[in-house]
C-alpha cells in the first residue's frame, strides 16, 4: 500500500492513556502527542476535559479520539480496549494513569471498609492488569514475517507511587493497591516477554490532592534531597522514554526527585497543611 494513502492511525504508533481527560494523565497523553504519537483519550466521567484535551491534541497534527468507560465495570475495561484497538490499529503503547485516592486509615476516624478497599483494587488493580492482559493477547496475535522484530517491544505503563519504598499508613486501600500493582510488574513482565514489556512509573508529589492549599503543595514539593519533586512534565517525558526504550522490562522508575529517599510517618500532604 502506498503511504501516502495510508490513513494516518495505520503510520504513527499510538498509545491508550487511562485518565488522560485532565490532571497527570493529560499531560501524558499531550507529551505523547507531541512526540508524533496518535493518542486513545480515555475518561470516566470527566467527558468535557476530555474533548478540550481531544482537541489541543489534534491541534499538534497527530490522531486522538475520547472514550468513556468505567474502570470499575470489568465489561466496559473489555470494551475500552477492543473499541480502542480498533480505530489505533498499531497500538504500541498502554498508560494505566487512572486511579482512585482517597483517604483512610486503619487508626484514624476514616478506617478502612471493605466498599474503599474493594473499590480502590477494582479501579487501581484489576482494571490496570486486565488492559495488560488485553494488549499482550493484542500483541501476541499481530501477524508478523518469520525472522522480524519490532523496532520498539511495546510497553504497558503502571502508574505507581513513590511511597511504596516509603510507607506510611496514610490512604491504606490506596497504597495496598498500588503496592499490588508494583508486585505485578515484575511478574507481567516475565510472563509477556517477548511481545510485551510492563514497566512501573512512580511519580512523587506532582500536583495538588484532595483539600491540600496551593501553600501546602508547594512546601510539600520541595520536601526532597533536589528540592523539588517531580512535575507532570517529568513524569510524561519519562512515559514517553519508557515506550521507546526496549530494553527496559520488569522494574519501576521512581521521577520524584528523591522523595523516597525521606522517609516519613505520615503523607506529606498532612506536614504541610
Request: glycine letters at 6%; one cysteine or more; a negative charge.
Amino acid at each position: 500500500m502506498n503511504p501516502s494513502s495510508t490513513p494516518p492511525s495505520q503510520q504513527r504508533k499510538a498509545v491508550l492513556v487511562t485518565g488522560a481527560a485532565k490532571r497527570l494523565g493529560q499531560e501524558i497523553a499531550l507529551q505523547f502527542a507531541r512526540q508524533g504519537w496518535d493518542v486513545a483519550v480515555h475518561y470516566g466521567r470527566s467527558g468535557q476535559e476530555a474533548t478540550q484535551t481531544v482537541e489541543k491534541i489534534q491541534e499538534l497534527g497527530v490522531m486522538a479520539q475520547a472514550f468513556q468507560a468505567d474502570l470499575a465495570d470489568e465489561y466496559a475495561t473489555q470494551k475500552l480496549f477492543l473499541d480502542v484497538s480498533n480505530v489505533f490499529p498499531r497500538l504500541d503503547c498502554l498508560v494505566n494513569s487512572a486511579s482512585i485516592f482517597e483517604y483512610d486509615r486503619a487508626n484514624s476516624n476514616t478506617p478502612v471498609s471493605g466498599k474503599s478497599l474493594q473499590d480502590h483494587m477494582q479501579v487501581n488493580l484489576a482494571a490496570p492488569i486486565l488492559l495488560a492482559q488485553l494488549m499482550f493477547e493484542y500483541q501476541k496475535s499481530k501477524p508478523t514475517k518469520a525472522g522480524e522484530m519490532s523496532e520498539v517491544i511495546p510497553a504497558v505503563i503502571q502508574l505507581l507511587d513513590q511511597k511504596l519504598i516509603n510507607p506510611n499508613p496514610d490512604y491504606l486501600s490506596y497504597t495496598l493497591s498500588k503496592a499490588a500493582l508494583l508486585s505485578s510488574v515484575e511478574l507481567l513482565a516475565m510472563d509477556f516477554a517477548p511481545y510485551l514489556r510492563v514497566v512501573g512509573l512512580a511519580p512523587g508529589i506532582s500536583l495538588p490532592s484532595g483539600d491540600q492549599t496551593i501553600e501546602g503543595f508547594s512546601k510539600a514539593h520541595q520536601m526532597t534531597p533536589l528540592g523539588r519533586s517531580s512535575t507532570p512534565a517529568d513524569i510524561a517525558k519519562a512515559a514517553v522514554f519508557l515506550a521507546d526504550s526496549s530494553a527496559i522490562t520488569g522494574t519501576t522508575l521512581y521521577v520524584d526527585g528523591g522523595q523516597h529517599l525521606l522517609p516519613s510517618s505520615r503523607d506529606v500532604m498532612f506536614k504541610t497543611n
